[in-house]
């Protein structure tokens, strides 16, 4: 028996501590009873409702909240299926085009938020001005660095899928599209369920494109609204933005998880 | 990152039985490709086109009766002026501090990730034991925590009287309060390591986690030491995780500005991409702006073909 490598475990556990601490506090510090995000003054739920500068009354909170939710679900109900269909076609599809193709859905996860931030925002003011700056150009921005992911995903599960399948819903008289429909489709859930909650998570997690697509206060979301609200009077109530936000994703995460296993379950049944 | 879908293997002809039918497999390879075709015109449309974009800017002209830079879809009339200027700035003017800054940052960010990001991860696959699936837990969890509500709590935690300072005064490590948010390099290093370092951990996690240990057990019974095991045997195996781990934080560390913003916003640890942003959201000079975009991007190929060489030798060192 070797001897507990006790250094490595202390390095690991003080990392834990020190990447997740700081989320306590600031979590903490939403139920401050005073204005102050550094003192503890005592538990109050002030921040998220029934005083003015809360989040339920700040319309300007509000608004962020909403933008974002919108934004992510338009996001996801675009490129959940422009990625799903993308890796069906680029699974089967041989030749050099198929390969090009194949190539330019890598690109997205290999460029910087900043660099495609700046493209899409000059795209927007000098060619495609018939696309408005502010939540039509976010949703349009948002789809293209994340359907990627859809891509990538689904692809690795078509290639672990195989064709074995498909080739015998062939063989009993499946037409192509019929046997993608019967079969392949449903064996994809789980991978399309993933690339779907990656697809929202990542869209409600962006700030670079969304801000630099964002031309006025009516299009800001939540990220841009940290952004902003950090540099000038900070309350104890962008807290509490944060707090929703962290909640709201461990809703996504639980919620994910229990249709992965329901489906999973499902297709073993069957 | 390429790796995982590049890999995906060629599938077997859709039906061998049927080769004598070439109609019906046209018929397929068309379907296949329209139904890659929406996703194909999306990404040239708002992927390649916006990028061309960034050049048009960059290598347009000066309307003379507006005084607005004009951007310039033609390259046979790109006017070079602007980019000359700003590499000029970056070579020997008032911008090479600024680019000599932004490598040195993520340069130290991404030591201290290696540092701090290869004990965790070789632990967690190698010696965590039934606390294995709490720890993998607990790393993840700061995936899914929004970035900038990340840096907010370390925002509240380095106030002039936050809890930070609190603890330092108390353990009389310092005698008065550290100034961490206003310009201290060292607190933007931090928190670029903090913010980025979940997505070097997982991917390095990933590669050391798939090391047969019997190879390890070998390299015991031929003799080494446990030291020498891990020298020779799970290092030169985990470097293409490492590098992999490395690309994917380095990246998005040279395109940050919101970080740099957030935690310090003194000019004195300004990065290139507070130069992007300064003079593509705030001024009238987008061309400047959009030359340093093609700049950085430059850089960010020259560092990526890199990664792709040493890369493949790493995996070709491992096989």
Not at chain 2, 225 to 231: T, V, Y
Request: aromatic content about 10%.
């Amino acid at each position: 028996m070797r001897r507990r490598p006790w250094v490595l475990a202390s390095v690991t556990w003080a990392y834990v501590v020190w990447s997740l601490v700081p989320i306590l506090v600031a979590i903490q510090f939403s139920f401050n009873d005073g204005r102050s995000r550094s003192t503890w003054q005592g538990f109050s739920l002030q921040w998220y409702f029934g005083s003015s500068g809360s989040v339920a009354d700040d319309p300007s909170l509000r608004l962020a909240l909403v933008n974002s939710l919108t934004v992510a679900g338009l996001t996801t109900l675009i490129a959940t299926p422009l990625g799903v269909a993308t890796a069906l076609g680029l699974a089967r599809w041989r030749g050099r085009t198929g390969r090009v193709v194949g190539g330019l859905t890598l690109l997205p996860l290999a460029t910087p938020e900043i660099v495609m931030g700046s493209a899409l925002y000059l795209v927007f003011t000098n060619l495609y001005l018939f696309v408005p700056l502010g939540q039509p150009a976010q949703i349009l921005g948002h789809v293209t660095f994340s359907v990627s992911y859809v891509v990538v995903i689904v692809r690795s599960r078509l290639a672990s899928i195989g064709t074995d399948y498909e080739e015998a819903a062939r063989d009993l008289g499946c037409g192509r599209l019929t046997a993608v429909r019967l079969i392949l489709l449903p064996l994809l859930t789980p991978a399309v369920f993933a690339g779907a909650m990656i697809v929202f998570a990542s869209s409600m997690d962006d700030f670079v494109i969304s801000a630099f697509l964002s031309p006025d206060a009516s299009s800001v979301t939540v990220p841009i609204k940290l952004y902003s609200a950090v540099r000038n009077a900070p309350t104890p109530a962008l807290n509490a933005l944060a707090t929703l936000l962290v909640l709201a994703s461990l809703l996504a995460l639980l919620l994910g998880w229990l249709v992965q296993r329901r489906t999973t379950l499902f297709i073993m049944k069957k | 990152m390429s790796g995982d879908a590049g890999g995906s293997p060629e599938p077997a002809p859709a039906s061998r039985r049927n080769a004598g039918a070439p109609a019906r497999r046209d018929r397929g390879g068309r379907l296949w490709g329209l139904l890659a075709a929406p996703g194909a015109l999306w990404l040239v449309l708002l992927f390649a086109v916006p990028f061309y974009a960034i050049a048009a800017v960059a290598f347009g002209y000066t309307d003379p009766v507006f005084n607005a830079p004009v951007p310039e879809w033609d390259p046979r009339y790109w006017d070079v002026t602007a980019f000359t200027e700003i590499l000029t700035r970056s070579v020997t003017g008032d911008l090479r501090p600024v680019f000599l800054r932004t490598l040195l940052y993520v340069a130290l960010a991404l030591g201290l990730c290696v540092a701090i990001g290869y004990p965790v991860a070789y632990y967690v696959a190698r010696h965590a034991g039934r606390r294995r699936a709490l720890l993998l837990g607990l790393i993840l969890a700061p995936w899914w925590v929004n970035y900038l509500t990340r840096m907010l709590a370390w925002l509240n935690l380095l106030q002039d009287d936050g809890y930070v300072n609190d603890l330092l005064l108390f353990t009389r490590i310092v005698d008065e309060p550290v100034r961490w948010l206003s310009g201290n390099p060292v607190t933007v290093v931090l928190a670029l390591v903090y913010g980025y370092i979940p997505f070097f951990i997982v991917p390095l996690f990933s590669t050391l986690d798939r090391i047969d240990p019997l190879l390890l057990e070998a390299a015991r019974d031929l003799g080494c030491s446990g030291r020498g095991a891990f020298w020779h045997v799970t290092l030169p195996l985990s470097r293409p995780g490492l590098l992999t781990a490395s690309a994917i934080t380095a990246l998005p560390m040279f395109g940050d500005y919101y970080t740099n913003t957030l935690v310090s916003g003194s000019p004195t640890t300004t990065m290139i991409a507070n130069q992007i942003e300064f003079y593509l959201l705030g001024g009238t000079r987008k061309e400047l702006g959009a030359s340093l975009v093609l700049l950085l991007s430059a850089l960010l190929m020259v560092l990526m073909v890199y990664y792709l060489i040493s890369s493949r030798r790493a995996e070709e060192g491992v096989t």
